[in-house]
């Protein structure tokens, strides 16, 4: 099967800056997403990498290396409103899985004031 | 353009009863796909449709079916509704030409069996 981690919580205090971590095993890569859920939401998409290295988009960024089999998610300037869960996601790139999406488990952010 | 509808939002069944969830997308995207999400668990893959008229299984199926008749609906059938299949259910699509790269999501119908 697919095994994708991620840590389940973290905090942090608002206006810092917060990484969170997410290794795969998978068979099959074809890219690595981010999603952002507030409670009693739909996900919402945050970020896609599909080759190694750093993609910035405004105060989010997202880091892969498929060697590794490790991505990041880093938020800076945080803010409450930041305060979710953030979803980790692998896309196969096999045949007849190609396009599904395996998620790992989430990580609930907390941003204190 | 409403993206990805479902309907109903809500739903409270009783054990053995069976119902439909409707999901429906206007962007005329060729994947849809349906997840299960449980507390502590992430997003489960129910079933999945690359077009009309196919359908593949995904990692949770079991007491789900699925059809894709129109590139716009794709309803999620329960055939006996159980305790175990309580849960939020996500519908989402996503377009080929971009490459898979993004999954537009619905707002979800929380489910509830009693």
């Known amino acids: 099967g697919q095994n994708i981690d991620q840590p389940t919580e973290m905090t942090a205090t608002e206006g810092a800056i917060v990484q969170i971590n997410c290794t795969y095993q998978t068979s099959g890569f074809n890219g690595l997403f981010w999603y952002q859920q507030h409670a009693g939401e739909a996900p919402t998409f945050l970020s896609y990498n599909v080759l190694d290295g750093l993609e910035e988009k405004g105060r989010f960024s997202s880091f892969l290396s498929r060697s590794k089999g490790y991505s990041y998610l880093l938020l800076k300037e945080l803010q409450m409103k930041d305060s979710a869960s953030y979803l980790c996601?692998?896309?196969?790139?096999?045949?007849?899985?190609?396009?599904?999406?395996?998620f790992g488990r989430g990580t609930q952010l907390t941003v204190w004031p | 353009n409403a993206g990805v509808t479902q309907t109903p939002k809500f739903q409270v069944l009783k054990t053995g009863q069976s119902m439909t969830l409707q999901c429906a997308q206007d962007?005329?995207?060729?994947?849809m796909s349906w997840y299960r999400q449980d507390p502590g668990m992430g997003l489960r893959l129910i079933h999945y449709?690359?077009?009309?008229?196919?359908?593949d299984q995904g990692e949770v199926p079991n007491g789900y079916n699925v059809s894709r008749s129109t590139t716009e609906d794709f309803p999620l059938r329960l055939l006996s509704a159980a305790p175990s299949q309580t849960s939020v259910y996500f519908c989402a699509s996503s377009a080929r030409d971009r490459g898979l790269r993004e999954q537009y999501f619905g707002p979800g119908t929380r489910l509830t069996v009693t």
């Open positions: 449709s690359v077009g009309a008229g196919i359908t």
């Open positions: 962007m005329n995207h060729e994947y």
């Open positions: 996601a692998v896309s196969l790139d096999r045949g007849s899985t190609l396009g599904r999406l395996y």
